[in-house]
């Protein structure tokens, strides 16, 4: 076999057989197969595609090359979520303890903000004390007696995964939606998961800007989950505009706590209610999904969900009274409020320039090593289809160095549109894959 | 500039401004852009293509990178041709000498055999004593005193271009038009030429197998030599089966020197005046096009083209006898007849099975560092369109030793397909372009 003929064949829109992607995953991790042409061979999956089948072995490729995370020793029906990324989505920190109230076990395996979408990781560590460096052995620990874990994506999960994203993010081949799909599925099935709820986000916030693509990628994920036994589901959902009205780290912890506690917004309720649900009618907790819904709902409304948030915060070292009194969060020392020019309706609020905003003044980063600030960041005061006057708050800037602030301003200004005629409403939840 | 953003661009089909060329091109041969960025690029150029306007800048820089040739102290109108490669395909020997007696100056850049395809260097060095390590004084001097030198492409011609194809030909990225027709163009106006005349081979026994393609890389290598102020004219001419009679590298010579005896096989004659005639008309030695033919033919007919290759050849240290006396060439010891299984019209000799044959032999080479056999090689009895008998002979296999013998046989049986109807006549010289 060699590595040419496999890039020509991939560059020609052939199929390659297991072997031939075993051999170029392997071959790449242990340093056979240099990057010169792993990068040719990506830039020609770029073009050509994947066939699910193809994409199927690359992901186990990808898990076979690391450690996984072994949670067979606690028993139990093992559900995680995985969202693609948006801006202002703290589903997860809403999802996870709503599921495990349920009674489902909840490895939740989270990353970290990169570009303009935040990450749970950094969200839940902007609570004082919070440790995110779990071992598998505490892992295990956490899942039985809380039912519910948040885990860090380490390199050891899927090293070759690793590998190919370094490379993939200086070769301009990341936007590929096959390559999407395996490396989201190899680190999420490294868990020893039995069941997976995706959130595939679409819209100017999100990855995936177009619907069909974001249908692509989901049937894709879904696909491969299938063909390694998992029990896997994905929604399509909105991203045109923030979720919820929070972006920021300990801001956003604010609303997940606030949504937990039934005095959340209502498009966050809502999506959260709807994941927590098909996790728990996969984790067969109920027999049917509207029962679940049911469920995911009840845990909400007699705090069951938020007494698990508790729990597991001070589990995994964090101040839980944080929670309740929100002066022990990381406060900001500036606010600067942003203005409509003209009265009219909020048509559209990209998401991308409030998250690049939000960034901007230290919430996120543009490279891996950047430290973010945990406190910073935006809260809107109006979503798309809402009425406001001439020089009626739009959103408010948080922030505790000044140097950014006007240019964060600007760029949260250009995301508004005011326009006379209200708007159509977006669906939230767009699509069930799967 | 960052060269990420570079791929990203050419692989989204966008046209890069020239100093984002030079960019790439000055950085990879540098060594600051790695290996792995520009094979991606590369593979994104095979995909996206490139426009002229890129393709010409590209040309211009790999030629910046090295050393040109310069013949400008000799005074007069400087033509070279060059084929893109074929079997059997000897007109180089023919064409150069043929140009010069009827007055042009021909620097002929030539290179080696390699896949099933062979080339000047080796043809010429099957000649007792012949160097082709000639310096530039001496190409000069040659050129000033013979009016023709046969020069050897070095390393040092267009470094960017050696680099970038060293990396083509492991990462499958060889076969993309834009980069062909620059990597030809940096190395042929290395030389400082006023005029080309090009070959572009269609057909099995040539690198580009469709017209279509054949036709839109004599384009772009005539646009790039255009914007170059270079005069530049294509023929495509047809390569479904070898030129002439002869494949191997001293049984080419043989038939060369026949053919400028005016004693040569009718395809390789017309096509050796036709390109003769356009490297004449180009270097203005005629003002018209069909009195460069009548000159071309006059030259051939009346043995001048003949007696300046044998100036040429003693002047580069070759013994001119053996171009008289064949035994003073490297002689095959062995021989074995293939013949027809059955009678009819030869309705296809597939070339490249018949370079594949000869290479397998030893007249070729599969990789740069291998010895090639100047002896041994295949002579076809018969051409397409020709009617035989069972069991007449279709070629002979000339050979020194025994090893490949009987496989190489196999394979010129599957390179004759023989049928019952007599097939169409096929043109040899197809298309003119520029």
């Given at each position: 076999?060699?590595?040419?003929?496999?890039?020509?064949?991939?560059?020609?829109?052939?199929?390659?057989?297991?072997?031939?992607?075993?051999?170029?995953?392997?071959?790449?991790?242990?340093?056979?197969?240099?990057?010169?042409?792993?990068?040719?061979?990506?830039?020609?999956?770029?073009?050509?595609?994947?066939?699910?089948?193809?994409?199927?072995?690359?992901?186990?490729?990808?898990?076979?090359?690391?450690?996984?995370?072994?949670?067979?020793?606690?028993?139990?029906?093992?559900?995680?979520?995985?969202?693609?990324?948006?801006?202002?989505?703290?589903?997860?920190?809403?999802?996870?303890?709503?599921?495990?109230?349920?009674?489902?076990?909840?490895?939740?395996?989270?990353?970290?903000?990169?570009?303009?979408?935040?990450?749970?990781?950094?969200?839940?560590?902007?609570?004082?004390?919070?440790?995110?460096?779990?071992?598998?052995?505490?892992?295990?620990?956490?899942?039985?007696?809380?039912?519910?874990?948040?885990?860090?994506?380490?390199?050891?999960?899927?090293?070759?995964?690793?590998?190919?994203?370094?490379?993939?993010?200086?070769?301009?081949?990341?936007?590929?939606?096959?390559?999407?799909?395996?490396?989201?599925?190899?680190?999420?099935?490294?868990?020893?998961?039995?069941?997976?709820?995706?959130?595939?986000?679409?819209?100017?916030?999100?990855?995936?800007?177009?619907?069909?693509?974001?249908?692509?990628?989901?049937?894709?994920?879904?696909?491969?989950?299938?063909?390694?036994?998992?029990?896997?589901?994905?929604?399509?959902?909105?991203?045109?505009?923030?979720?919820?009205?929070?972006?920021?780290?300990?801001?956003?912890?604010?609303?997940?706590?606030?949504?937990?506690?039934?005095?959340?917004?209502?498009?966050?309720?809502?999506?959260?209610?709807?994941?927590?649900?098909?996790?728990?009618?996969?984790?067969?907790?109920?027999?049917?999904?509207?029962?679940?819904?049911?469920?995911?709902?009840?845990?909400?409304?007699?705090?069951?969900?938020?007494?698990?948030?508790?729990?597991?915060?001070?589990?995994?070292?964090?101040?839980?009274?944080?929670?309740?009194?929100?002066?022990?969060?990381?406060?900001?020392?500036?606010?600067?409020e942003v203005t409509s020019p003209r009265g009219g309706y909020v048509?559209?609020?990209?998401?991308?320039?409030?998250?690049?905003?939000?960034?901007?003044?230290?919430?996120?980063?543009?490279?891996?090593?950047?430290?973010?600030?945990?406190?910073?960041?935006?809260?809107l005061e109006v979503?798309?289809?809402e009425k406001v006057d001439a020089g009626s708050v739009l959103c408010r800037?948080?922030?505790?160095?000044?140097?950014?602030?006007?240019?964060?301003?600007?760029?949260?200004?250009?995301?508004f549109?005011i326009?006379?005629?209200?708007?159509?409403?977006?669906?939230?939840?767009?699509?069930?894959?799967?």
């Amino acid at each position: 076999m060699r590595t040419v003929d496999l890039i020509q064949r991939k560059r020609d829109g052939d199929e390659l057989a297991p072997e031939e992607i075993d051999y170029l995953v392997d071959g790449y991790t242990n340093a056979e197969i240099p990057d010169y042409q792993m990068s040719a061979f990506l830039m020609a999956v770029y073009f050509s595609g994947m066939t699910d089948r193809e994409v199927s072995r690359l992901t186990e490729c990808m898990l076979r090359s690391g450690e996984t995370v072994d949670l067979s020793a606690v028993p139990g029906i093992k559900v995680d979520k995985h969202s693609t990324g948006g801006v202002g989505d703290k589903t997860s920190l809403i999802v996870a303890p709503l599921a495990a109230s349920a009674g489902v076990l909840v490895p939740m395996m989270s990353g970290r903000a990169l570009g303009h979408t935040g990450g749970t990781l950094d969200k839940l560590e902007s609570i004082p004390g919070f440790r995110t460096d779990i071992t598998p052995e505490e892992a295990r620990q956490l899942l039985s007696e809380v039912g519910l874990c948040f885990l860090s994506q380490t390199d050891r999960l899927a090293p070759a995964d690793g590998k190919l994203y370094a490379l993939r993010d200086v070769t301009a081949t990341v936007e590929s939606i096959p390559l999407i799909a395996s490396s989201i599925m190899s680190k999420k099935l490294g868990e020893g998961l039995d069941a997976l709820v995706l959130d595939v986000k679409v819209g100017s916030g999100a990855f995936m800007k177009k619907q069909v693509d974001a249908r692509r990628l989901a049937q894709m994920m879904v696909g491969i989950g299938r063909r390694m036994d998992k029990r896997v589901q994905a929604l399509i959902t909105d991203m045109s505009q923030p979720l919820g009205y929070a972006v920021g780290n300990a801001l956003e912890v604010m609303e997940a706590s606030q949504t937990l506690q039934n005095a959340g917004p209502n498009d966050l309720t809502k999506l959260s209610i709807e994941l927590a649900a098909r996790m728990i009618y996969l984790a067969r907790k109920t027999s049917s999904l509207d029962e679940a819904r049911r469920l995911a709902e009840e845990k909400l409304v007699d705090g069951s969900g938020y007494r698990k948030f508790k729990q597991a915060v001070a589990a995994q070292g964090g101040n839980p009274q944080a929670l309740d009194k929100f002066e022990l969060l990381p406060n900001a020392t500036g606010m600067r409020e942003v203005t409509s020019p003209r009265g009219g309706y909020v048509s559209t609020i990209e998401a991308e320039y409030i998250g690049a905003a939000s960034n901007m003044i230290g919430a996120g980063r543009d490279r891996k090593e950047d430290a973010i600030d945990p406190a910073v960041g935006i809260i809107l005061e109006v979503k798309v289809g809402e009425k406001v006057d001439a020089g009626s708050v739009l959103c408010r800037i948080y922030y505790t160095r000044e140097d950014h602030v006007e240019e964060a301003a600007e760029m949260v200004e250009d995301a508004f549109h005011i326009s006379a005629q209200k708007p159509e409403e977006r669906e939230l939840i767009l699509e069930v894959v799967g």
